[in-house]
């Protein structure tokens, strides 16, 4: 693993816990799904091989953080439904990173003529 490779996994890492924090404090799922999507292309487009390492590493702290928050939620058991919704977060993550990589890799570099 490459140097790069380290710090774009932390970059994700802090992305995804931002957006999980945003998403247990009230944002709203169309906030959060935006953010997972924006941060996916960003992270594609900075390192576009093997996308889906950088969706899994952004999008799984929101389906986790409210999962075990539904799960320690004081007023009784939830409902089946209610621990599988979140999942769906992980589907604009990925949206979103092959989205940037198929950016990066249709960009073509500058020419350098002299």
């Known amino acids: 693993m490459g140097t790069t490779t380290l710090w774009l996994t932390a970059l994700g890492i802090v992305l995804g816990f931002i957006t999980a924090y945003a998403g247990l404090h009230g944002a709203g799922d169309v ?3 935006v953010l997972l999507l924006l941060f996916g292309g960003l992270l594609g ?7 889906w390492r950088w969706a899994l590493v952004l999008g ?5 953080a409210e999962i075990v928050y539904r799960l320690t939620y004081p007023f009784g058991q939830p409902h089946f439904k209610d621990i599988v919704a979140p999942l ?4 604009p993550p990925l949206l979103g990173v092959y989205a940037g990589a198929y950016v990066r890799r249709s960009v073509s570099p500058p020419s350098r003529t002299a």
């Open 31 to 33: 906030l959060v799904y």
């Open 45 to 51: 487009y900075l390192e576009p091989r093997a996308p």
């Open 60 to 64: 799984v702290w929101v389906p986790i």
């Open 88 to 91: 769906l977060a992980l589907v």
